[in-house]
């Protein structure tokens, strides 16, 4: 039966972010995307407005050709690239934030989330690509960036880049009915926002202490690109912003948005607080100049340098390792508490 435009703009408006119209128009992996993501930000629904007329040929096309193009390699996309990482990234930080509890949450959770999230992606239209080449490639990045949330941007970047070398169309299939289709897709939203939901009902101070060091550690990939930092705490803070504009600057009453005011609050004292525990572990007065923590750091390092304590390894190992995760914390340049607001 063909697809008619008008029901897609309809389906558009009224369940956009929810990928209603890709659901009607047999984009199944377009409509869990938006989904998962709110219609990418609400951006991304907006933007469809002008593709429709495409997506709707595309899928009449699609009804009438009985095979798939072999041989015929897609053209590559910046496009799709650049949301293949950025989806890698957003799953990521979901499951740093629900599954960072798990055992060997970096050598299995973490890679496998990413490269679901580029394979989404790729997955989005009439293209595909290789299920284990993508999968692989998160995998084997994941360990050399062991035990750091800055893991996710290589990972990403790495599944990305091979989802884009194996890229392809896709296999014509017979169609399958609504409920089918349906029962997969509640299936992976269920899986994407089952263990989020469960972390913050059943274990909110844990939960918020991972969305601060989420938080904190996704600001302090920019620190050597102010401008982009910037940008991205506008971006974090922008819902907030809209409702102060609209409600008027003091004086709100919905508790939903203070306690998102305090959630920020948390994130700059948690960074506080990890300042103050490394100028302790430093021995050295809060304020310190940039050449007295370098000094202190490696006075320190000299004396409990395993290598050099051979008598109390354990003891020479915890401290050492204390030592240069206070020494990477007070290298990192110190966001003002303005700034958040």
């Known amino acids: 039966m063909a697809k008619g435009l008008l029901v897609t703009y309809a389906l558009w408006a009224v369940g956009g972010p929810a990928g209603l119209h890709h659901l009607y128009l047999g984009r199944d992996s377009h409509a869990l995307l938006w989904m998962l993501t709110l219609g990418g930000g609400g951006l991304g629904w907006l933007l469809e407005f002008w593709k429709l007329p495409s997506f709707v040929a595309q899928a009449n096309r699609a009804q009438g050709q009985r095979q798939s193009p072999r041989g015929v390699t897609p053209p590559l996309s910046p496009i799709r690239f650049a949301a293949q990482v950025i989806v890698g990234i957003y799953f990521g930080l979901v499951a ?25 992606v790729a997955a989005v239209g009439n293209q595909t690509s290789d299920f284990k080449n993508t999968l692989g490639a998160a995998f084997l990045t994941s360990p050399i960036f062991y035990g750091r949330p800055i893991a996710i941007l290589p990972i990403s970047v ?41 972390s913050a009902l059943c274990n909110t101070a844990a939960t918020l202490n991972y969305v601060a060091e989420t938080f904190g550690s996704l600001l302090n990939w920019f620190n050597f690109f102010p401008l982009l930092g910037h940008l991205m705490e506008l971006f974090l803070l922008l819902p907030y912003r809209i409702w102060r504009l609209l409600m008027g600057d003091p004086g709100f009453n919905s508790s939903y948005f203070q306690e998102w005011e305090k959630l920020y609050e948390f994130v700059q004292s948690f960074q506080d607080e990890k300042r103050q525990l ?28 395993p290598d050099h304590n051979l008598d109390q390894t354990d003891e020479a190992q915890r401290h050492f ?20 607001r």
Do not use: C
């Open 96 to 120: 740093l934030i629900s599954l960072s509890s798990m055992v060997n949450f970096y050598i299995v959770a973490l890679p496998l989330a990413v490269g679901l999230g580029v394979l989404l």
């Open 158 to 198: 790495a599944a990305s880049i091979i989802a884009q070398k194996h890229r392809r169309y896709k296999a014509s299939v017979a169609s399958e009915p609504l409920s089918v289709r349906l029962y997969r897709l509640g299936l992976a939203y269920l899986a994407f926002t089952g263990p989020l939901a469960y």
């Open 278 to 305: 490394a100028y302790q572990v430093l021995g050295l007065p809060e304020g310190a100049t940039n050449e007295e923590i370098h000094q202190s750091y490696r006075e320190l390092v000299k004396v409990w340098h």
């Open 321 to 340: 390792l204390e030592i240069q995760a206070a020494y990477e914390v007070l290298s990192q340049p110190r966001k003002h508490r303005g700034s958040w």
